[in-house]
């Protein structure tokens, strides 16, 4: 479940990405609702799984990371798009949650292979 749940995340991280450079400003928010609807699934699905102390450690362990690395490419977003198109409407800060969405299903695909017990 961990993967499937990685895996939708950076789908839509890289689909946000290319919508907000590439597409005008109403499909910015398309992958954020397509998300927002997966997700219902994918928290029925996490509610009935059991996890042990180590996994639980560490997803906790990889949720803090990624809040710390979105804080700073917000930051970097807001910097560098200040005063383009992307600024506008707050677009920015859709980009960085994109962002973030891209590096948290990074995070839970990169230590797959680190739970002993987790089922392939």
Request: net charge positive.
């Amino acid at each position: 479940m961990r993967k499937t749940q990685g895996l939708i995340e950076m789908a839509i991280g890289i689909l946000g990405t290319v919508a907000i450079f590439c597409l005008g400003s109403y499909w910015t928010y398309l992958p954020l609702v397509v998300y927002g609807v997966l997700s219902i699934a994918l928290i029925r699905k996490i509610a009935h799984e059991q996890m042990s102390k180590e996994e639980e450690i560490c997803i906790r362990k990889r949720n803090i990371t990624t809040l710390i690395c979105w804080v700073v490419i917000a930051a970097i977003c807001y910097y560098t798009f200040h005063g383009t198109r992307i600024a506008g409407g707050g677009r920015w800060f859709v980009l960085s949650a994109y962002m973030f969405l891209l590096i948290h299903g990074i995070a839970f695909l990169a230590p797959v292979n680190s739970f002993p017990n987790e089922k392939k």
